[in-house]
């Protein structure tokens, strides 16, 4: 999964070639949003590709989308992966930098624990617990070049709380990523479009050069996940004097 020279980088996206859709019945004591869910997953490209591929995630490919738009997971590079469960960002990580090459770090964090992965190390933790930076920094041995959150809460079904509960997360790891990353760095975060983003966006325009939406096209049509994508940290004694 090399990037570079030439070759095509690794985790290509599935095959446009459509097979004819799954019906799935309800059955026994399956509910109707369980069918609906069958029913997706086994009409869902990405799904088969990663499972062909051997990827933990079809969430794999939206950061292999994200990469080969903004080009951030440079080999060598530090990468910390907020909500890395079950791995599929880890991974993808891990290949494009080359860690398990020895060229680069990469740091997985997950209340779930993580199979383990070569080349990463995955710590079995609440992000949002008092010690757990700590633990973090320590794990990285220097500055992060990429902080990356994939992270989301549970989901209440109820529209605004949900889009409150990720933004509440993804301003966490942003909290985070000033205290560790190094200058130019890249910081990736899942939110909700729901209208509660100006807070987190008017830090970010002032900690980071570029800032910008994205929505890979592994997300789902119908899901209302994008991703903020904030690169050029200026670093903290030059984002605090634009406090």
């Known amino acids: 999964m090399s990037r570079g020279g030439g070759k095509r980088r690794s985790g290509r996206a599935p095959t446009t070639g459509r097979a004819p859709a799954v019906r799935v019945k309800t059955a026994g004591q399956r509910t109707h949003s369980s069918t609906q869910w069958l029913e997706r997953q086994l009409n869902d490209p990405y799904v088969a590709e990663a499972k062909r591929l051997g990827y933990r995630s079809r969430a794999a490919f939206k950061l292999i989308q994200l990469d ?64 757990a930076p700590a633990a973090l920094t320590a794990a990285l041995g220097g500055p992060a070049d990429v902080v990356l959150s994939d992270m989301a809460a549970p989901t209440t079904g109820h529209a605004a709380t949900d889009h409150l509960r990720v933004m509440a997360l993804a301003e966490a790891a942003h909290d985070f990523a000033r205290t560790v990353l190094a200058p130019g760095g890249t910081f990736i975060a899942k939110v909700f ?5 100006r807070t987190l966006l ?41 406090a």
């Open 68 to 131: 080969d738009r903004f080009h951030f997971l440079k080999p060598g590079a530090r990468v910390v992966d907020l909500g890395a469960a079950p791995g599929g960002w880890t991974q993808m990580a891990v290949a494009r930098v080359k860690a398990e090459a020895g060229r680069g770090r990469v740091v997985g964090i997950d209340l779930l624990a993580v199979p383990p992965i070569a080349g990463a190390v995955l710590l079995k933790a609440d992000f949002l617990a008092d010690e």
């Open 193 to 197: 479009q729901g209208g509660a983003e």
């Open 202 to 242: 008017e830090a970010l325009k002032r900690d980071f050069a570029q800032v910008r939406h994205a929505k890979p096209p592994a997300s789902r049509s119908e899901s209302a996940e994008v991703y903020v994508v904030a690169q050029g940290f200026r670093g903290r004694n030059e984002s605090a004097k634009g």
